[in-house]
């Protein structure tokens, strides 16, 4: 087996089992297991288990922007940027909802909450698209002048919570409700 394909099955044998049984319920034992490794192989990719689990963290990040990057207009207007990014964010996650619920748990554990911070607080090196919507539309006076934080619990809080409820089933986030759901996102943040 090639080195790469090897540390692949031991990342989505850790992203499967994480999702299903959190960070500390997916021991270093059963994520070997799964991905038809020894326990041991996994220390020559990863130094440790939070080093797994922050790299599976960047790698899936990495992913997210690259889709969303792609075709960003960012010449466009604010609105029409803000409308485009938190569509393709929504299709990527109903695409990939196991990559939603990690990074929604990683958001929410000990791993992301400092990171998650340092982006609200715009600190050097954490440069982010959504951020810089919220900067350039309050600079602008398009958007509420509210401290970031709240512009996106506004924004983007309830499309967790939306997001969430389409993976359980609860609803169904077709093309037209998309549409309509982030022009509600928009309107609850802009003058």
Known sequence: MKTEDTRSDIMQAALDLIVEQGFHGAPVAEIAEKAGVAAGTIYR??????????ELHRELEEKIVAVVQESYPSERPLRERFLYLIRELLRYFI???LHFRYME??????????LHRD??????GNQDILMDIFEQGIDQQVLKELPKAILFSLSFGSLISLMRDHILGFIVLDEALIKQT?????????R
């Open 119 to 124: 982006r609200l607080l715009g600190k050097p």
């Open 45 to 54: 990719y990863f130094v440790s288990k939070d080093f797994l689990i922050t």
């Open 182 to 190: 982030t022009e509600a996102c928009w309107d609850a943040i802009k």
């Open 95 to 97: 695409t990939n909802p």
């Open 105 to 114: 748990q990683y958001y929410n554990s000990p791993y992301g909450i400092s």
